[in-house]
């Protein structure tokens, strides 16, 4: 059909017009009038035709293939994810861990804080206790200097009214003096005074003031003879030091147990410590 167009063409060309040899690839033409359509976006006409070529081994192994790389597409695609997951759940863990660590160390911290508030409570506590006795004992020591003349008075009043009873009244007027003073002494021991009253005992320059020196031959050195006042103490504290003479001329006192001890041990050590002489 197409061979008579081109007779026919040619028959109705106009003179003069040149001929020209037309070749037509039948083959060609044939070849192409028998291949199928196919579809440029899908390809699925090639595809069948190719399908319809290939053995059954072929296509078999084509199939395995196709699963095979649909399984390794899906391990990849489910590998992704899971690896994505995976990340996400490292994330959340040192998030958690992070968080952990802060609250420990807040927790450490409010420790502590609360110890040293508690120690600084406590330090606190036992200092306003200290000033609060402090202040009570020094209140006590200034009113008990205050009194202690005029304690000393009323026993310079009881010795000379003693040395000096000729009566009745007299006597009954010692007494009462006597008891006033007995008094005061027993108000001072319960706010902690004691008296200092060392005749006879070693002179002690922390709560003993010498006035003056006496030979005595009977008695040790540095002994208290006579107490001309005596001393007051309150909590380990002089108050007022006891006015003494000190004796002299004797023989030397003798150490205290304690200090021998102590020289004794001293003694013992270094000879323990010098090399033994053969």
Not at 48 to 57: C, Q
Not at 213 to 242: C, H, M, N, W
Request: aromatic share 4%; glycine share 6%.
């Amino acid at each position: 059909m197409a061979i008579r167009d081109v007779q026919a063409g040619a028959a109705s060309a106009p003179d003069g017009a040149e001929e020209r040899e037309v070749k037509i690839p039948v083959e060609a033409a044939g070849g192409q009038a028998d291949k199928p359509e196919t579809d440029p976006t899908t390809g699925e006409a090639p595809a069948r035709a190719e399908a319809d070529s290939m053995t059954e081994e072929e296509m078999v192994e084509a199939a395995i293939q196709a699963g095979e790389d649909a399984a390794e597409n899906d391990f990849k695609f489910k590998y992704e994810r899971a690896r994505s997951e995976l990340a996400d759940a490292h994330k959340e863990i040192d998030a958690c861990k992070t968080a952990q660590k802060e609250a420990e160390d807040q927790a450490r911290e409010a420790k502590e804080r609360m110890a040293r508030l508690q120690a600084d409570w406590e330090n606190y506590r036992r200092r306003t206790a200290a000033e609060r006795l402090s202040e009570r004992e020094r209140a006590t020591e200034k009113l008990i200097c205050a009194l202690l003349p005029v304690l000393d008075d009323m026993e310079r009043a009881i010795e000379h009214a003693r040395a000096q009873e000729n009566s009745e009244t007299g006597k009954q007027l010692t007494d009462g003096v006597d008891a006033v003073h007995t008094k005061m002494l027993d108000v001072l021991a319960h706010e902690g005074v004691e008296a200092i009253d060392p005749k006879g005992e070693a002179f002690d320059p922390l709560e003993h003031q010498a006035v003056g020196r006496v030979e005595d031959k009977d008695l040790f050195d540095e002994t208290v003879k006579d107490v001309y006042q005596k001393g007051y103490r309150i909590g380990g504290r002089s108050l007022r030091p006891a006015m003494v003479t000190v004796t002299y001329g004797g023989e030397k006192r003798p150490a205290p147990e304690s200090e021998k001890s102590e020289k004794d041990e001293l003694k013992d050590d270094s000879e323990s410590s010098e090399p033994k002489k053969k």
